[in-house]
């Protein structure tokens, strides 16, 4: 039987916090015809991103497959979704039954408002370390690309989920899978301005 990643999305949801492990995912998986990443939102609508980008889920809660991964992207969208009971039920729901539960950037809110994150080591965008350890009963790590607390993973803001997502598959599958994969999106990051700091 095959692998199943959900990707949760939303309005106002940050583009590059899914699309970047979407990425990693749907390349590792495009010869491996049994695993699969799916995006999942509450109606299964088109929705509109952060910066603009319009995207129609491939499911709705009602239609969503049962998950092995489920990943929590973060984006303004987070700031009202934080106290929608349909999202937060739903993570509540397929969390518990997942091999691996994951967020990027302030998605860890949605995950901490779902009780997931309850008195576990975790990491958020550098912007709401402070807003989210002032949530409580949690311990929140800053200056790290990502953290792991048994099967819970989150990870800094934006571009780290790319990085969580190929250690995650090394974890799945094996490190040598990853690299391939890596390779394979040519992701090794080169900064342009870090001599300059």
């Known amino acids: 039987m ?19 492990p979407w990425e990693v995912f749907s390349y590792a998986f495009k010869d491996r015809p049994d695993d699969t990443v799916v995006t999942i939102s509450t109606t299964g609508e088109i929705l509109k991103c952060a910066k603009g980008l319009r995207v129609i889920p491939d499911h709705s809660f009602e239609s969503a497959p049962e998950l092995d991964v489920v990943l929590v992207p973060g ?22 039954s997942c091999q ?19 008195n576990k080591r975790v990491t958020t965008h550098w912007g709401f370390v402070e807003m989210l350890r002032q949530r409580g009963n949690i311990t929140v790590l800053d200056d790290v690309r990502f953290v792991r607390d048994g099967n819970l993973v989150s990870s800094a803001g934006v571009s780290a989920g790319i990085d969580m997502s190929l250690w995650l598959l090394g974890q799945i599958f094996d490190e040598s899978f990853a690299r391939k ?13 870090t001599s300059s700091v």
């Open 2 to 20: 095959g692998l199943t990643v959900g990707i949760l999305i939303f309005d106002d949801v940050e583009e590059l916090d899914f699309i970047g």
């Open 75 to 96: 984006g303004q969208g987070t700031r009202r979704e934080v106290d929608n009971p349909d999202i937060i039920n739903w993570i509540k729901e397929v969390a518990p």
């Open 100 to 118: 691996w539960v994951t967020s990027v950037c302030t998605g860890a809110l949605l995950l901490h408002e779902a009780e997931i994150t309850k």
């Open 181 to 193: 994969v890596q390779k394979g999106i040519e992701y090794f990051p080169a900064p342009p301005y």
